[in-house]
């Protein structure tokens, strides 16, 4: 008996994980953390302070109110 099922269930959290970004990073870059194709395509704004993911719209981080750099004045 298989479980198809639920293998498809793991690939596909697996292929949405954060973790899966830097072990393909990893392998292209040799550096851990490095996220290749993904980042290259849409970086994702982070506040500088706490690194919180933002949508690229704030002025402020929601969560520590560091001053984000990526709304231009
Ligand atoms: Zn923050």
Known sequence: MTNAGNIQKEMNRIQNSEEIANIFGKLVSGRMGYKAVIDVTKPAPKCEKCG??????????????????FVKK
């Open 52 to 69: 919180k993911i933002l949508e690229g719209t704030e002025k402020f981080c929601p969560d520590c109110g560091q001053p984000t750099s």
